[in-house]
């Protein structure tokens, strides 16, 4: 299977803790999309990756938050001290230089 | 920013043809028109894209009037599978990925 993936499909943590998900986009795309969807609602942009150089970020994406693609392939999303808010499904898409994003399976974190 | 309308579900039945209709007033000229589907626990998946007149694949159809105010993606003979949530997004083709929206889409369901 050639699509985006991510890991872990689950996360559960406690609130304080940090926690860190990975996306590997589909190797020729040269763009990287980080959402972030709560139930009922559509994915919300978070951030967005061109090769290594993370190009815009959302108001939603606070200085919890961090996003990396250090070799302009694979992206780690970093949440620190999370708290219960941030429970939520985290989605990863790549694409390129189009705007026909191509989604992962997303990471379901759910923060006690 | 095109901010986009669609009802926020429909019930039809196996067998049958399904339209969702997609209200974008205020849709630019270089705007495209993109419709995602989504299961529960998957990320989006792209359906169709399409600028104007009719677009039509494997999948689905979209038909866009003269005016682009609108859109219908049309499912023919929708199986139970095809219950999911679709959304319409409106954007320009090359852009940041922040200018794509996506709304709360049209929970799909589909009977027996």
């Known amino acids: 299977d050639t699509g985006v993936s991510q890991d872990p499909r689950h996360k559960i943590t406690k609130r304080g803790q940090n926690v860190t998900f990975r996306c590997d986009p589909i190797s020729e795309h040269n763009r990287l999309y980080w959402y972030r969807q709560t139930l009922g609602q559509g994915p919300e942009f978070l951030t967005y990756f061109q090769n290594e150089a993370q190009l815009e970020k959302s108001r939603l994406l606070s200085d919890r938050f961090s996003a990396e693609r250090p070799k302009g392939s694979f992206s780690t999303l970093e949440i620190q001290r999370t708290e219960q808010g941030d429970s939520a499904m985290y989605l990863c898409a790549s694409s390129f230089n189009t705007d026909t994003q191509y989604f992962g399976p997303g990471t379901r974190l759910t923060v006690l | 920013l095109a901010k986009t309308t669609q009802p926020i579900s429909m019930d039809s039945y196996e067998g049958q043809e399904v339209n969702i209709t997609c209200s974008h007033n205020?849709?630019?000229?270089?705007?495209?028109i993109t419709w995602y589907q989504q299961f529960p626990s998957q990320g989006p998946r792209f359906i169709i894209q399409g600028y104007k007149t009719k677009v039509k694949n494997e999948v689905a159809s979209l038909f866009i009037p003269a005016d682009r105010k609108s859109s219908t993606l049309s499912l023919p003979r929708v199986s139970l599978s095809d219950t999911a949530v679709y959304y319409c997004l409106v954007g320009p083709r090359y852009s940041s990925a922040s200018k794509i929206i996506f709304g709360s889409g049209t929970r799909l369901s589909i009977r027996p």
């Open positions: 205020n849709i630019a000229t270089n705007d495209y």
